[in-house]
């Protein structure tokens, strides 16, 4: 059960998230959890869980916005700017803002990892 307590905060299990599939224009066998958002009270960040099945791979896109991202769980490859690097459980990423990126799980297992970014704001 996910709990939204009176001091505004959240507390849940991950698998009481939905899995929501990720766009076939953005990914292939990757779904996403929202785990914090704003609509859950969060004025800056969102906190996000993403699963990419084996085969999987989220396209080169880039944003501009930070993200940071830390391995759960699995294997996979993580192409920032020109470079790729080989991450699995464990290792923590930071992608600057307005930089080409794209993942790929490299296993034969799920590629699980949480990513926070900033909420943009417009003024």
Do not use: Q
């Not at 085969?55 to 930070?66: F, L, M, N, V, Y």
């Not at 470079?83 to 923590?92: A, L, M, N, Q, T």
């Amino acid at each position: 059960m996910v709990i939204k307590g009176s001091s505004g905060e959240k507390i849940g299990h991950y698998s009481e998230i939905p899995a929501e599939p990720v766009g076939e224009d953005m990914a292939t066998n990757t779904t996403i959890r929202w785990l914090i958002h704003k609509e859950d009270g969060a004025p800056l960040f969102a906190m996000r869980m993403f699963e990419v099945r084996p085969g999987g791979h989220i396209k080169a896109h880039k944003h501009p916005w930070e993200h940071e991202i830390f391995i759960l769980e699995g294997k996979g490859r993580i192409r920032i700017g020109e470079k790729s690097y080989d991450v699995s459980e464990g290792y923590f990423v930071y992608i600057p803002p307005n930089v080409e990126h794209e993942y790929w799980n490299t296993s034969n297992s799920v590629l699980r990892f949480l990513c926070i970014i900033p909420h943009r704001h417009t003024t």
